[in-house]
């Protein structure tokens, strides 16, 4: 019994995958983007600039993180856009 419900779970699960995989082939070919969009950054926008000033002194990625009250992942993605804005020139 148990060989024939897994059976039968894993014939559903193939059929949800193949049904998902339709739907992004469609939506590829309309010319919809998939993936992460680009997005606002309100609270890390809004700290950038005292991020950066932190950094300038010396303090370290987990201090500011911890002072400001935001993730280290956040820090280094602030101080990662505002070199790459620099080689840019923007």
């Known amino acids: 019994m148990a060989t024939i419900l897994s059976g039968i779970a894993e014939f559903e699960r193939d059929l949800i ?19 992460r969009q680009e997005g606002q ?27 400001l009250g935001i993730s280290k992942n956040t820090v280094t993605d602030i101080v990662k856009r505002s070199r790459q804005e620099v080689h840019d020139g923007a």
């Open 41 to 67: 950054r309100p609270k890390s926008d809004k700290l950038g600039p005292k991020v950066l000033a932190l950094i300038s002194e010396g303090r370290s990625y987990r201090w500011i993180a911890r002072d």
């Open 17 to 35: 995958s193949e049904r998902v995989k339709s739907g992004l082939a469609v939506a590829r070919a309309k010319g919809k983007k998939l993936g």
